[in-house]
């Protein structure tokens, strides 16, 4: 059976560095490379982190640097919640990798151009490199079999009262992608904040006597010493549900971007009550079944040095 061919599209990030091991350890998927984007921490070290993680279990995925700011926004960044590098409050040894010289969105419009609508993009991060991709090329459109994007939320956001981080760091990229055509699953925090970390999911990523599991333990580790609240790994949901999406309830949904830059802006406003009777045009996550979810995390970690 064929791989499923996915891209990583992120903002590495701690939870991004396990997505992106999570793909490279599952037998069923084809990395074919990591974009990034500037969100939780600037591009250039949100390219860094994804080259560091990359080098440090000796993936040889490409890695293409993305836009550096939001289409129209002024940036925000998040390095309250992901340290000062983005990744890990540490000095990692030098890198010997550099990215890939082609920008991220030229790279995502010639590979999906070249696909045959094969290619589900994991979207982590905001989502300013897809908007750029879909306004250059919008054949692209045609091109995405499923863009699987964590971001969002049919509840409350956890930036704003209204708005999820990923969503309010480019509202306007993310009403391009929104209303694209693509067919757009959204991990929003309704469903991610249930893939809580405790000291047994800890104890079994050290377990598994890799670099992998030990790399994932001290990320989720720092940030539990740091922060003394619930940890959960949001973005590892875009890459478990290409792997197995019998682990997730969905539904789908009409949802739009609020623009209004009032009170609300950034918010992913989800009609889950058919208010608008607009036809559905993303899936929103509702429910995993969070020990097979670890389990599958926990799986695809033993695959790597």
């Not at 079994?204 to 790994?233: P, T, W």
Request: aromatic share 6%.
């Amino acid at each position: 059976m064929a791989k499923q061919k996915i891209i990583i599209d992120c903002d590495t990030g701690k939870d991004d560095a396990i997505a992106i091991m999570t793909a490279a350890g599952s037998a069923d998927l084809e990395l074919l490379a990591v974009t990034t984007v500037a969100g939780n921490v600037e591009v250039s070290l949100t390219t860094a982190n994804s080259l560091r993680v990359l080098e440090y279990l000796g993936l040889k995925v490409p890695v293409y640097a993305g836009c550096d700011r939001p289409l129209v926004r002024d940036q925000i960044l998040a390095k309250a919640v992901h340290g000062r590098n983005g990744l890990l409050n540490r000095d990692f040894v030098e890198l010997t990798r550099s990215p890939e010289k082609e920008h991220a969105v030229s790279y995502l419009i010639r590979t999906l151009m070249a696909g045959d609508g094969d290619i589900v993009v994991c979207a982590t991060g905001p989502l300013t490199n897809l908007a750029m991709a879909l306004r250059l090329e919008p054949r692209i459109a045609q091109k995405i079999q499923k863009i699987v994007l964590m971001g969002g939320s049919a509840g409350f956001g956890n930036t704003t009262p209204a708005a999820e981080f990923n969503i309010y760091a480019d509202p306007e990229a993310a009403a391009v992608v929104y209303s694209s055509g693509v067919p757009i699953v959204m991990m929003g925090l309704d469903l991610t904040e249930q893939t809580v970390v405790d000291d047994s999911t800890l104890k079994r990523l050290r377990g598994l006597g890799n670099r992998a599991g030990s790399l994932c333990a001290d990320i989720l580790q720092e940030q539990i010493d740091q922060h003394a609240y619930q940890v959960q790994v949001h973005d590892v949901t875009t890459v478990m549900y290409v792997s197995e999406p019998q682990l997730f309830s969905l539904k789908p949904v009409y949802a739009e971007i609020d623009l209004s830059h009032g009170p609300c802006y950034g918010r992913t406003v989800c009609d889950l009550n058919n208010r608008y009777h607009k036809a559905a045009n993303v899936e929103i996550g509702l429910q995993l079944d969070c020990d097979r979810f670890w389990a599958g995390v926990e799986e695809r970690l033993s695959h790597l040095a």
